[in-house]
């Protein structure tokens, strides 16, 4: 059983920066593509970011685009989400997730079979 666990998150002025970290333990790792999801307070949840086993494909919502950066490190069992000129807007729980299928790459939050608890992004102005 997969098990992810979140860290990083907290209280931030807009425009300030955050590093989101997502260790994961109980699979083979390199072999699936991770993703970051957000849920604000009376929301759907929705995509944030994903990156491919390699590390060598990433996808970005488009509001995140040029302020976020998704990577990982294999070695380690580790994902980040590298936040950057926070804004209110980006406040919300935010979910590191695995993908269900090996070698695949989606955007789509049914896609990923695997959740952590969620970490808190507060953006104050």
């Known amino acids: 059983q997969v098990q992810l666990v979140e860290s990083g998150g907290g209280l931030v002025q807009a425009g300030g920066s955050l590093r989101l970290s997502c260790a994961t333990s109980?699979?083979?790792?390199?072999?699936?593509?991770m993703g970051w999801f957000r849920q604000a307070p009376g929301k759907e949840r929705e995509f944030v970011a994903a990156?491919?086993?390699?590390?060598?494909?990433?996808l970005y919502t488009d509001s995140v685009k040029g302020r976020f950066t998704i990577s990982r490190d294999s070695s380690k069992n580790m994902v980040y989400l590298q936040i950057n000129g926070l804004k209110s807007e980006d406040t919300a729980v935010y979910y590191c997730?695995?993908?269900?299928?090996?070698?695949?790459?989606?955007?789509?939050?049914?896609?990923?079979?695997?959740w952590g608890q969620g970490t808190q992004v507060t953006v104050s102005s």
């Open positions: 109980g699979r083979t790792f390199s072999t699936y593509a």
């Open positions: 990156i491919s086993w390699t590390g060598g494909s990433k």
């Open positions: 997730a695995e993908h269900s299928m090996p070698w695949k790459i989606t955007d789509r939050a049914a896609d990923f079979g695997s």
